[in-house]
Each structure stands twice: as structure tokens, then as C-alpha cells.
């Protein structure tokens, strides 16, 4: 059998198991092919027995390939310089991304396996440009090649264009033709700049007479651009359509959801809208699934960290917390954990306010207050679906905490998150919230506390010596006031920031028995944090000395978001 015959059997056995086509459509496709030899493929997308869209995934799976959706894909005004239209529509490819350094440029193509068109792609565009290939439909390429050659792009562009022209706010929620309007473009372009430069958040903040537009970059908040106030209205309609929000209410906060495709991968949006003085402020938080979950050695953490967190992973029954503020990677912690511990006879659960990002393999549910699934209801729901290991997104009340203990005692594994200012303080917090100090004696695994600093950039990092009060910031936590630390400068690497990437700072309280009988007792935090230090417990304060020794950070980034002014 060819290898054509065999990839061919094998889209066709797929497409009857997903029940996407019949055996009789099949063998009807089959039949035809004999006599035209056409592409089995687009023989049963011309017949009208499948979709283009499903057709594209199950060639991508078939094959082993990643797939793209161009309905829905926001074009890349960098990648679409690289690449004219008359090369686009000659090969019939749409490019989809260039990468940030410009090396590597993502193609969308009908067969991502086709090397004679990439070799004459190659030497078109030349240069030393890898690419890299998507699979696409036929039919998506060419609407794609229309829709991204066909408009000013970029946002400098589209201002000009608004600029000089009418806004017909009824177009904005037009199911058709819908691209043709420069605000939906503009708003995507937006949308798709602030992934390219790996925001967490995107700001829309209207000013009296302007519109304030802010990027969340490495947990800091940077202004991107400004625009005049005649923009908002239009803007914050476009973004109520796309999150299914009432474009009618202004007067009331509301929550939406939408996803995009941007640079050639899912994208969700996560949006919030509040009314202010001048007009609604509109927050998007993104969620891009292509760099979310983050193995647990890529975390950063340091090696003697890493091993306890594993330690604490390999018990079978208890609840491990994981604590500190919003935005310092709580959840990042708790998804690279359970892909470490993610397995075939391993049934994990997981109750979220929402699912951040999906996961295969792993059951997620979101809590939903309109049919009354809290925290408390759902783990009580996730426990009837036999469970060994159970995510809760956070601990806010009573009844939540009582749930997630009675999970733990009864022989599962519990992962939650508590806002709480240090592993120690996370006893205290839950007595408060209403947990028996009996009950956390024996059933905590262990509690992480931490906060994510951003690290200097190796390019442009300046050597430094420390001034009278960092001597002694450094000397009351690591004992030597001296020694070279490292201060930020600013370079085009950096985008002139000094900064570039996060890394985590972690203290790891691992409990034992002296450290339970202590809890049993209600002892203060003093006494604890004497028995932990016996037991090798460091402070989030010594860690973040550490990196700055090591020159990973700065000691002005460690005091951001950690106090280490106490005990000066």
C-alpha cells in the first residue's frame, strides 16, 4: 500500500469515526476520485458531505499537523509585508505570523507537507527565513488572501482612515462584511499587538478628552497608545459585540468572553466593563493557551525548591495551598503541578471561576451562580465523580473550605489557592475563614507563597555596587552587605524597559509533625516559623537576595512586590 493509499484510508476511517461522513459518502467520494483523481479531501467538501473546517482538523490530525482557522484568524501586518499578495495568491498561501525576531515566518497552506512550495516560497522571499506551516482550507486561503490584502492594516493606518471617513455604528454588529469597518480592524489590531508583546492585560481607560490605551507587560502596566475621545464609543461597542455583552447598557459593570485567532493559535479574551466618570473603562484579561501551562522545571524555581515541591506532589491525600496576591501566577503554579501529575490512570477534576485554560485529559468545570454551582456545591458534585485528585480554584468562605478539607480527608488531593500575604499566614487565614485548627492538623501537604518579579535583561543589565541602604537590606537577610548586584539600563532587546520575562519567588512551607502539633495547639506564628527554619523552611525574603545575587533580578524589582525593609 502507497503512502497516498494509506493517508487516504486513514482520513477515511477518521472521518466515518467522528461522525462526520457515512460509509456510503465515503464510498461515493471514492468512486468519483477514480475518475478524476482529485484530492479526496476537497472531493467531499465539493460534494457537500463535510465542511472545510472539519475537513481541516482531521487532515490535522490524520497528519500529525497543526490547523488554523482563517474565519476567525486576526492577520499579522508584519507577516503580511513579508509576503506580497501576488506570491500569496500564486502559491496559494496567507501568511499567519512572524515571529518577534523576524526569523521565522508561519504560513497557512492546504498541504503543509507540500516541499516543492515551500523550497519556491524560500526563494521568493529570500534570505535565510525559516518557515513554518498551518493547515487551512482552500476556500478559507483565498477568503483569507481577500480580507488581509484588502485593508489598511496597521493602526496608524486605520486612524488615518477613520479619521477621513464616517462611522456607521449599525456596521459594528453587522453579521457580513463585518471586516470592511476600519474599527473592527482597529480593534484587532489592538488586540493582536498586545499578544505579540505577551501582555496579560489590555486597559481601555476613557479620560475626559482622550482615550488611554494601556498593556499589563511582565505584571507592570505601560501605556501603549492614546487616542482622542471620538474613538471610545465606537471602540467599547465593537468590544461589547465580540464579548456578547448589551450594547444597550452603559450603567451597570458586565462580563463577557470571546476568543480570536492571532497569530495562528487560540486566543481568549476574558472582558470587564465598568462605568466611570468619563464613560465605560473596559479591562480585557488575555488567555493565550500557546504559553500558559509551563512545565514545572521551567518555572524558574530554584533547585532546592523544586525539590520539595515535588516531595509535596508525591503524597496521595491532603490539600496543598498555594498563596499570594492576584496576578502573581497562582494559577500558573497550580496547572504546571497537575500536568506534572497528569496521567491515564490519574482522574483529575477541577472546579474554576472560569477555566483559564484547557487541558486535555483533565474534567474542568466553571462555578455558574445562575444554576447555584458555588465552589462549596461543586466539589460536593466533583466528589460523586471519582476523583483522585481535585483543583479549587480558590478558597473564599466557609462552606468552600469545610468541602475542600472533607475532600482531603477522605483520601483525595486537593490544589487550591488562598490570597494571603506568606505560607505561614495561610493557618491563621483559614482559622479566620472558620476551619478547626484539628482539622488543618495532618491534612495540609504543604503551602507555597509567591510573587513573580521580572528579570533584568541579560543584554543591557549594568554591574553596580550597592549604596548605605541596600548594604543593609542585604546584610539583615543574607548576613554579607558587600558584592556586585546588577541594575536595569534599557535596550531595543528590552524595548527599552531594562526588563524582560518574570520569573517566580517561592517560600515552601512543607508540613511535618512537630508543625501539626503546633497547629493542633493554635501555637502563634512565631513559634511555627521557628520550628520551619529547623526544618530548612526560607523565607520569600531570602530567596528574592538570592536572585539578586545571582544577577537575575534587581534589588528595586524584589522590593516591589516584597517588603524587605522589616527588621532594618
Same mark, same amino acid.
Given at each position: 500500500?502507497?503512502?497516498?493509499?494509506?493517508?487516504?484510508?486513514? #482520513? !477515511?476511517? *477518521? =472521518? @466515518?469515526?467522528? +461522525?462526520? $461522513?457515512?460509509?456510503?459518502?465515503?464510498?461515493? &467520494? %471514492?468512486? /468519483?476520485?477514480?475518475?478524476?483523481?482529485?484530492? #479526496? !479531501?476537497? *472531493? =467531499? @467538501?465539493?460534494? +457537500?458531505? $463535510?465542511?472545510?473546517?472539519?475537513?481541516?482538523? &482531521? %487532515?490535522? /490530525?490524520?497528519?500529525?499537523?497543526?490547523?488554523?482557522?482563517?474565519?476567525?484568524?486576526?492577520?499579522?501586518?508584519?507577516?503580511?509585508?513579508?509576503?506580497?499578495?501576488?506570491?500569496?495568491?500564486?502559491?496559494?498561501?496567507?501568511?499567519?505570523?512572524?515571529?518577534?525576531?523576524?526569523?521565522?515566518?508561519?504560513?497557512?497552506?492546504?498541504?503543509?507537507?507540500?516541499?516543492?512550495?515551500?523550497?519556491?516560497?524560500?526563494?521568493?522571499?529570500?534570505?535565510?527565513?525559516?518557515?513554518?506551516?498551518?493547515?487551512?482550507?482552500?476556500?478559507?486561503?483565498?477568503?483569507?488572501?481577500?480580507?488581509?490584502?484588502?485593508?489598511?492594516?496597521?493602526?496608524?493606518?486605520?486612524?488615518?482612515?477613520?479619521?477621513?471617513?464616517?462611522?456607521?455604528?449599525?456596521?459594528?454588529?453587522?453579521?457580513?462584511?463585518?471586516?470592511?469597518?476600519?474599527?473592527?480592524?482597529?480593534?484587532?489590531?489592538?488586540?493582536?499587538?498586545?499578544?505579540?508583546?505577551?501582555?496579560?492585560?489590555?486597559?481601555?481607560?476613557?479620560?475626559?478628552?482622550?482615550?488611554?490605551?494601556?498593556?499589563?507587560?511582565?505584571?507592570?502596566?505601560?501605556?501603549?497608545?492614546?487616542?482622542?475621545?471620538?474613538?471610545?464609543?465606537?471602540?467599547?461597542?465593537?468590544?461589547?459585540?465580540?464579548?456578547?455583552?448589551?450594547?444597550?447598557?452603559?450603567?451597570?459593570?458586565?462580563?463577557?468572553?470571546?476568543?480570536?485567532?492571532?497569530?495562528?493559535?487560540?486566543?481568549?479574551?476574558?472582558?470587564?466593563?465598568?462605568?466611570?466618570?468619563?464613560?465605560?473603562?473596559?479591562?480585557?484579561?488575555?488567555?493565550?493557551?500557546?504559553?500558559?501551562?509551563?512545565?514545572?522545571?521551567?518555572?524558574?524555581?530554584?533547585?532546592?525548591?523544586?525539590?520539595?515541591?515535588?516531595?509535596?506532589?508525591?503524597?496521595?491525600?491532603?490539600?496543598?495551598?498555594?498563596?499570594?496576591?492576584?496576578?502573581?501566577?497562582?494559577?500558573?503554579?497550580?496547572?504546571?503541578?497537575?500536568?506534572?501529575?497528569?496521567?491515564?490512570?490519574?482522574?483529575?477534576?477541577?472546579?474554576?471561576?472560569?477555566?483559564?485554560?484547557?487541558?486535555?485529559?483533565?474534567?474542568?468545570?466553571?462555578?455558574?451562580?445562575?444554576?447555584?454551582?458555588?465552589?462549596?456545591?461543586?466539589?460536593?458534585?466533583?466528589?460523586?465523580?471519582?476523583?483522585?485528585?481535585?483543583?479549587?480554584?480558590?478558597?473564599?468562605?466557609?462552606?468552600?473550605?469545610?468541602?475542600?478539607?472533607?475532600?482531603?480527608?477522605?483520601?483525595?488531593?486537593?490544589?487550591?489557592?488562598?490570597?494571603?500575604?506568606?505560607?505561614?499566614?495561610?493557618?491563621?487565614?483559614?482559622?479566620?475563614?472558620?476551619?478547626?485548627?484539628?482539622?488543618?492538623?495532618?491534612?495540609?501537604?504543604?503551602?507555597?507563597?509567591?510573587?513573580?518579579?521580572?528579570?533584568?535583561?541579560?543584554?543591557?543589565?549594568?554591574?553596580?555596587?550597592?549604596?548605605?541602604?541596600?548594604?543593609?537590606?542585604?546584610?539583615?537577610?543574607?548576613?554579607?552587605?558587600?558584592?556586585?548586584?546588577?541594575?536595569?539600563?534599557?535596550?531595543?532587546?528590552?524595548?527599552?524597559?531594562?526588563?524582560?520575562?518574570?520569573?517566580?519567588?517561592?517560600?515552601?512551607?512543607?508540613?511535618?509533625?512537630?508543625?501539626?502539633?503546633?497547629?493542633?495547639?493554635?501555637?502563634?506564628?512565631?513559634?511555627?516559623?521557628?520550628?520551619?527554619?529547623?526544618?530548612?523552611?526560607?523565607?520569600?525574603?531570602?530567596?528574592?537576595?538570592?536572585?539578586?545575587?545571582?544577577?537575575?533580578?534587581?534589588?528595586?524589582?524584589?522590593?516591589?512586590?516584597?517588603?524587605?525593609?522589616?527588621?532594618?
Amino acid at each position: 500500500m502507497t503512502a497516498v493509499d494509506k493517508q487516504r484510508r486513514l #482520513l !477515511g476511517e *477518521l =472521518l @466515518i469515526e467522528h +461522525g462526520i $461522513v457515512s460509509s456510503d459518502q465515503l464510498h461515493i &467520494a %471514492l468512486t /468519483e476520485q477514480k475518475k478524476s483523481a482529485e484530492p #479526496l !479531501g476537497r *472531493l =467531499l @467538501i465539493r460534494l +457537500g458531505f $463535510v465542511t472545510e473546517a472539519a475537513m481541516r482538523e &482531521a %487532515l490535522g /490530525e490524520v497528519l500529525g499537523q497543526e490547523s488554523v482557522d482563517l474565519r476567525v484568524a486576526v492577520p499579522d501586518t508584519q507577516a503580511l509585508q513579508r509576503l506580497p499578495r501576488t506570491l500569496a495568491r500564486r502559491f496559494n498561501t496567507v501568511p499567519v505570523s512572524l515571529d518577534v525576531a523576524g526569523r521565522v515566518l508561519t504560513l497557512a497552506m492546504r498541504d503543509a507537507a507540500d516541499l516543492n512550495t515551500l523550497d519556491r516560497l524560500r526563494a521568493e522571499i529570500g534570505g535565510d527565513m525559516q518557515l513554518n506551516t498551518l493547515l487551512a482550507g482552500e476556500a478559507e486561503i483565498s477568503e483569507a488572501i481577500d480580507r488581509f490584502y484588502g485593508y489598511e492594516l496597521s493602526i496608524n493606518g486605520i486612524l488615518h482612515e477613520i479619521e477621513t471617513g464616517e462611522i456607521d455604528y449599525d456596521s459594528l454588529s453587522a453579521e457580513t462584511g463585518e471586516y470592511s469597518h476600519p474599527l473592527v480592524r482597529l480593534v484587532n489590531a489592538v488586540l493582536a499587538d498586545a499578544v505579540r508583546h505577551g501582555a496579560s492585560d489590555v486597559h481601555f481607560e476613557p479620560e475626559e478628552s482622550y482615550l488611554r490605551v494601556r498593556y499589563r507587560i511582565d505584571g507592570v502596566l505601560r501605556q501603549i497608545r492614546s487616542l482622542h475621545s471620538d474613538y471610545w464609543s465606537a471602540i467599547a461597542v465593537r468590544l461589547k459585540v465580540m464579548s456578547a455583552m448589551n450594547i444597550a447598557e452603559t450603567r451597570a459593570p458586565q462580563d463577557g468572553r470571546f476568543s480570536l485567532s492571532i497569530a495562528g493559535h487560540p486566543v481568549d479574551f476574558r472582558v470587564s466593563s465598568l462605568p466611570t466618570t468619563h464613560g465605560e473603562n473596559i479591562v480585557l484579561r488575555v488567555l493565550d493557551r500557546h504559553r500558559g501551562i509551563v512545565p514545572l522545571e521551567r518555572l524558574g524555581l530554584a533547585r532546592d525548591t523544586l525539590s520539595v515541591v515535588r516531595l509535596m506532589m508525591a503524597r496521595p491525600a491532603g490539600m496543598v495551598l498555594v498563596t499570594g496576591p492576584t496576578g502573581s501566577g497562582k494559577t500558573t503554579t497550580l496547572y504546571s503541578m497537575l500536568n506534572g501529575l497528569n496521567a491515564e490512570g490519574c482522574n483529575i477534576m477541577t472546579l474554576e471561576d472560569p477555566v483559564e485554560y484547557p487541558m486535555t485529559m483533565i474534567r474542568q468545570a466553571s462555578v455558574n451562580e445562575g444554576v447555584k454551582l458555588d465552589f462549596a456545591n461543586g466539589i460536593r458534585a466533583l466528589m460523586r465523580q471519582d476523583p483522585d485528585i481535585i483543583l479549587v480554584g480558590e478558597i473564599r468562605d466557609e462552606a468552600t473550605a469545610e468541602m475542600a478539607f472533607r475532600a482531603a480527608m477522605t483520601g483525595h488531593q486537593v490544589f487550591t489557592t488562598l490570597h494571603t500575604g506568606s505560607a505561614l499566614g495561610a493557618i491563621p487565614r483559614l482559622v479566620d475563614i472558620g476551619v478547626r485548627p484539628e482539622v488543618l492538623s495532618g491534612n495540609i501537604i504543604g503551602v507555597l507563597a509567591q510573587r513573580l518579579v521580572r528579570k533584568l535583561c541579560p543584554a543591557c543589565r549594568r554591574p553596580s555596587r550597592p549604596d548605605d541602604l541596600e548594604r543593609r537590606v542585604l546584610a539583615s537577610h543574607d548576613g554579607d552587605p558587600e558584592g556586585i548586584i546588577y541594575r536595569p539600563r534599557g535596550c531595543p532587546a528590552c524595548d527599552n524597559q531594562g526588563y524582560r520575562g518574570r520569573v517566580a519567588l517561592m517560600e515552601v512551607l512543607r508540613m511535618d509533625a512537630d508543625l501539626d502539633e503546633l497547629i493542633a495547639r493554635r501555637a502563634t506564628a512565631g513559634a511555627m516559623a521557628e520550628v520551619a527554619s529547623r526544618s530548612g523552611f526560607r523565607p520569600i525574603t531570602a530567596d528574592g537576595v538570592k536572585r539578586v545575587r545571582e544577577g537575575l533580578t534587581s534589588l528595586e524589582e524584589v522590593s516591589r512586590v516584597i517588603d524587605l525593609t522589616r527588621g532594618l
